[in-house]
């Protein structure tokens, strides 16, 4: 499976992934990559990489089945329509983009299918629950559990997310 994103949905879908049993290969901002690697993702490549299409070609020598865009930018899926095998699917959860997405169905060697509608959290909800706490979900991979953010400061919080100096806070509503 091809991952196109880092930030902390992709990383999700990284981890539900490899729970269940895929390889994995993500693209994704270099500072965001080492986190990729320590929940197994088979390789991690930039996605700013001058060579990205070579990369992708070897880490997918017999093609790609799956594709989950996590970011929403078309260009993403666009670079990566000739590795996908006949039939593979595409599955744009990302919402950038989203009024102007196109995907050039000719940069295929064949047919696939794309999935871009009815993500309902509330039918997972459970499931990642439960995943947490077994141990398949870690939650450090997102946020420093023993460092809470005091509800007093979460305006600061909103901002630090916004400038990429972390993927998720813990709230603190005491």
Not at 122 to 133: A, F, K, N
Not at 151 to 170: E, G, P, V
Request: glycine share 10%; hydrophobic share 40%.
């Amino acid at each position: 499976m091809l991952l196109t994103g880092s930030g902390a949905n992709a990383l999700a879908f990284l981890c539900h992934g490899i729970f269940m049993g895929a390889q994995v290969v993500m693209v994704g901002n270099p500072t965001r990559l080492p986190k990729a690697l320590t929940t197994k993702a088979l390789c991690v490549i930039d996605y700013k990489a001058p060579d990205l299409a070579r990369q992708l070609e070897l880490a997918f020598p017999h093609g790609i089945d799956h594709i989950l865009e996590a970011i929403g930018f078309d260009e993403n899926i666009n670079l990566v329509l000739p590795l996908l095998n006949p039939n593979g699917q595409i599955g744009v959860y990302g919402c950038n983009g989203r009024t102007s997405y196109g995907i050039q169905p000719f940069q295929g060697k064949s047919s696939f299918h794309v999935y871009c509608r009815g993500y309902e959290e509330g039918e997972t909800h459970d499931l990642v629950i439960q995943r947490v706490r077994n141990g398949a979900l870690k939650a450090q991979y997102w946020y420093d559990s023993s460092c809470p953010v005091p509800l007093t400061d979460i305006a600061q919080a909103y901002r630090d997310l916004q400038a990429r100096k972390a993927l998720k806070y813990l709230i603190d509503l005491a």
